[in-house]
T-cell receptor, first 117, second 111 residues
Framework: NAGVTQTPKFQVLKTGQSMTLQCAQDMNHNSMYWYRQDPGMGLRLIYYSASEGTTDKGEVPNGYNVSRLNKREFSLRLESAAPSQTSVYFC????????????????FGNGTRLTVT | RKEVEQDPGPFNVPEGATVAFNCTYSNSASQSFFWYRQDCRKEPKLLMSVYSSGNEDGRFTAQLNRASQYISLLIRDSKLSDSATYLCVANRGSTLGRLYFGRGTQLTVWP
């Protein structure tokens, strides 16, 4: 029962390098999310995908791109990493079916700890 | 004004104490609410969904007051293992869209 799987768990990048954070869920969830968490800032939404085929910006989308590859997978790409993107990144998913699925809680992956030097 | 606001604490309580956290939300269209717990350097984990009539799960009780737009979490008989950060979350409207997180309330339970 894997739930939400994120890779990699840790990553160190140099300024200007690019990378893609991978996320996959096996719960048949409709919606997927990418958050970053910094000390004292709480969780901030980067991008989300309410359903397969759609993506929307969150609070802090600058410097990131996303791809909802299929219903299971939602990747986050940093095209040109900056030290300000040093953070812990969490992927999450929620919601099956229709109707009252907004009552569905988020399920989080274990996180990716990214350092940009 | 942030969509969801919490007292950041920290709350420091002895084992066995009862502690309550409050959380306010600004958007009256919010339909569903959750409490998450987050341990240091770990992912948030669902503690409770909050239902309109209030709900209880063992030592934990969640209440929702729509008129005043606040949610509360009560922890009775605190354990050392309850030490964590507690996050309040609101879902706006009736879609599977954004959820809004408070910044969290830090709790330390001491022996």
């Amino acid at each position: 029962n894997a739930g939400v799987t994120q890779t990699p768990k840790f990553q160190v990048l140099k300024t200007g390098q690019s990378m893609t954070l991978q996320c996959a869920q096996d719960m048949n969830h409709n919606s997927m999310y990418w958050y970053r968490q910094d000390p004292g800032m709480g969780l901030r939404l980067i991008y989300y995908s309410a359903s397969e085929g759609t993506t929307d910006k969150g609070e802090v989308p600058n410097g990131y791109n996303v791809s909802r590859l299929n219903k299971r997978e939602f990747s986050l790409r940093l095209e040109s990493a900056a030290p300000s993107q040093t953070s812990v990144y969490f992927c999450a998913s929620r919601g099956t079916g229709t109707g009252l699925s907004y009552n569905s809680p988020l399920h989080f992956g274990n996180g990716t700890r990214l350092t940009v030097t | 004004r942030k969509e969801v606001e919490q007292d950041p604490g920290p709350f420091n309580v002895p084992e066995g104490a009862t502690v309550a956290f409050n959380c306010t939300y600004s958007n009256s269209a919010s339909q569903s609410f959750f409490w998450y717990r987050q341990d240091c350097r770990k992912e948030p984990k669902l503690l409770m969904s909050v239902y309109s009539s209030g709900n209880e799960d063992g030592r934990f009780t969640a209440q929702l007051n729509r008129a005043s737009q606040y949610i509360s979490l009560l922890i009775r008989d605190s354990k050392l293992s309850d030490s964590a950060t507690y996050l309040c979350v609101a879902n706006r409207g009736s879609t599977l869209g954004r959820l809004y997180f408070g910044r969290g309330t830090q709790l330390t339970v001491w022996p």
